[in-house]
């Protein structure tokens, strides 16, 4: 069972970047998805999240420029990223949590999830 995150690199600001996650060993089918990111020296916060019927949240700083997307077909989730800010360079995670039972005030607490990829760093240049 693994999560495997890719897409990040170096990126100005105003470019885009889209961000994977391919599920390896299960399949996406009944989980809920999420993607969180870490800076160094902080918590690791909650970025966006989708559910069933493409359910979908996301963090403040983050609405009108991400996209969280899911194909089941592909078994993978996406992030698309657009308009991105110095703000956003962080190491980013997707997570999966089995079910569609999450309540919408619950998405950002990462100890609900089963399974997280490795993360894959974003860096936004100004």
């Known amino acids: 069972v693994q999560l495997q995150a890719s897409g990040g690199g170096l990126v100005q600001a105003g470019g885009s970047l889209r961000l994977s996650c391919a599920a390896s060993g299960f399949t996406l089918d009944y989980y809920t998805l999420a993607w969180f990111r870490q800076v160094p020296g902080k918590e690791r916060e909650g970025v966006s999240y989708i559910g069933d019927r493409s359910r979908k949240f996301y963090a403040d700083s983050v609405k009108g420029r991400f996209t969280i997307s899911r194909d089941n077909a592909k078994n993978t989730v996406y992030l698309q990223m657009n308009n991105v800010k110095p703000s956003d360079t962080a190491v980013y995670y997707c997570?999966?949590?089995?079910?569609?039972?999450?309540?919408?005030?619950?998405?950002?607490?990462?100890?609900?999830?089963?399974?997280w990829g490795q993360g894959t760093q974003v860096t936004v240049s100004s």
């Open positions: 997570a999966a949590r089995r079910g569609f039972n999450l309540i919408s005030s619950a998405w950002r607490q990462e100890e609900l999830y089963d399974y």
